[in-house]
């Protein structure tokens, strides 16, 4: 088992932490958050008010700089820059960036090249300085142990939407289309109308002013990052896609609105049937539903994606529609754990191979 850093103790955070914690994957050693009060970040782990409580026992004590969850310590620290951190002083392996800045990636590659870390996950999808973009169910295969060292999880609606494109694009081929996600409010939209420099996040600024009104009370469309996250995962299907979004105001679960149109003609069935197929296959990352459900019933899914089996369309010729839901937090956190997961088998695959053994290691597909 493997000892694991977290930089940027928010929702992914704490999310990925409470995952983990269930069946744990890895062991959490350092906790780095710009936030220094360590008793509000053990408050916060132990009561959700999307997930509920923690069933584990967590403390915390500000002279000591550390929080214990079920007895184990966990350092804490406050750092404005994870370089800063001393990762290594707490033998951490793999650190988690989830706190979504820029700079982190930057530091990250620090890290690893001084040999403080082995690996850096960013939790988002900036447009430079990662070495590979992996969302499982796509393109896992194409990770190099010794040339990819800070890797991205891309976003949530990567993790969702590249699955389903893939699958389609290998079975049908996909021409073009529109997607539109919905998306849950997030934290640096603001309770009432104002400003759209954002209090709450500061850095965020848009130009479209209607994303400075109540998160609350209406639908936005905004413009979204999926189409230039997709690209680094699916670059061919990506560039014949457009797409949009609306905020929402509900707290959880994402879903996708997908008008495609395929390179040869299929009916609804056989779109589900592929569905359907997928889910079997590869059960932790597709699910497919035709149960009478809404958003909240995918509320804490660990898959990436369910197809919604019942809004399946086709127009008799090569234009479908397809509708996905996925829980935006715990579906992607859950894909962090299982990046964690397979760095350490590949850890493992590397030191038996080292030490000339014949000895079989699974890798996570």
């Known amino acids: 088992m493997i000892n694991v850093g977290i930089n940027g103790f928010g929702r992914i955070g704490r999310a990925i932490f409470r995952i983990n914690d269930k069946n744990p994957q890895f062991r959490v050693t350092c906790i780095n958050d710009i936030d ?7 408050y916060l782990l132990k009561y959700d008010s999307t997930y509920g409580r923690c069933s584990a026992h967590v403390e915390a004590s500000a002279e000591a700089h550390e929080m214990y969850v079920d007895g184990r310590c966990i350092h804490f620290h406050s750092q404005k820059d994870m370089v800063d951190v001393p990762w290594a002083k707490h033998d951490v392996d793999v650190i988690i960036d989830s706190s979504g800045v820029f700079q982190n990636v930057v530091s990250g590659r620090k890290l ?37 060292h800070v890797l991205s999880s891309s ?10 494109l893939s699958l389609l694009e290998k079975n049908f081929g996909v021409e073009s289309g529109y997607i539109t996600t919905l998306h849950p409010w997030l ?31 209406s639908l936005i469309p905004k413009n979204t990052t999926l189409g230039k996250a997709l690209k680094p995962v699916l670059p061919s299907v990506a560039d014949r896609l ?32 592929l ?44 234009t479908i529609k397809l509708v996905l839901w996925y829980d935006n937090e715990w579906g992607y956190s859950n894909r962090v754990v299982d ?27």
């Open 242 to 273: 457009e797409t949009m979004s609306f905020r929402i105001p509900t707290g959880i679960v994402s879903a996708s609105d997908m008008c495609l149109t395929l390179k040869k003609n299929v009916s609804a069935e056989e779109v589900n049937a």
């Open 36 to 42: 220094s009060d360590v008793n509000n970040h053990a």
């Open 275 to 318: 569905f359907k197929m997928a889910a079997k296959q590869n059960s932790r990352i597709v699910g497919y539903e035709e149960e009478h459900l809404v958003s909240m019933d995918f509320m804490k899914i660990e898959q990436s994606l369910f197809v919604d089996g019942r809004w399946t369309r086709c127009n008799g010729g090569r």
């Open 187 to 217: 934290s640096y939209q603001n309770l009432v109308d104002g400003s759209v420099r954002s209090i709450s996040s500061p850095g965020h600024y848009w130009k479209d002013y209607s994303l400075g009104r109540a998160s609350t009370s």
């Open 339 to 365: 990046m964690v997961t397979f760095l350490a088998k590949q850890f493992e695959l590397a030191a038996t191979t080292t030490n000339g053994s014949k000895k079989s290691v699974a890798v996570h597909s």
């Open 155 to 164: 976003i949530c609606d990567v993790n969702a939407a590249a699955p389903v």
């Open 112 to 148: 690893v090249a001084d040999k403080s870390v082995r690996k850096v996950i960013v939790t988002h999808s900036p447009e430079s300085g990662v070495d590979l973009t992996l969302v499982f169910g796509v393109n896992e295969h194409l990770y190099k142990p010794a040339k990819h």
